[in-house]
């Protein structure tokens, strides 16, 4: 097994839609992506817009009970790039690894606010 490979979290093939915007491109438009697989440190999607390595993110999810241990909520994230996998065929898209460095969960009214779009991060 490569190091690269390694897990060091159990990983759930779950789709969980994310709020996320790139923090260094402020002027890029935050996108609304499904995770394909996530984890207490991460989550993995695929996207068309895809990120550079390295870059930081917010993010805006609802973290299943099965990964947090807790009653569903939603979570304001913070993270960076660490993996981009190119897209392959025409009909694929790229792939972004993310490493959430920082997380809060938030109260309603900041989650009904993101939820609707009218937060400014």
Request: net charge positive; hydrophobic share 35%; aromatic share 10%.
């Amino acid at each position: 097994m490569k190091a690269s490979d390694r897990r060091f979290r159990q990983r759930f093939d779950l789709r969980v839609p994310v709020k996320i915007r790139n923090l260094d491109s402020p002027n890029t438009t935050e996108q609304l992506i499904e995770s394909t697989d996530i984890s207490a440190r991460g989550f993995y999607f695929s996207t068309d817009a895809p990120f550079e390595i390295g870059a930081r993110v917010e993010m805006f999810l609802t973290m299943p009970s099965s990964i947090s241990g807790q009653d569903t909520r939603t979570w304001l994230c913070i993270g960076r790039v660490a993996r981009v996998q190119p897209a392959g065929a025409p009909e694929t898209k790229a792939g972004n690894g993310i490493e959430i460095l920082y997380y809060e969960v938030i109260d309603g009214s900041r989650a009904d606010a993101a939820a609707a779009g009218r937060s400014k991060f």
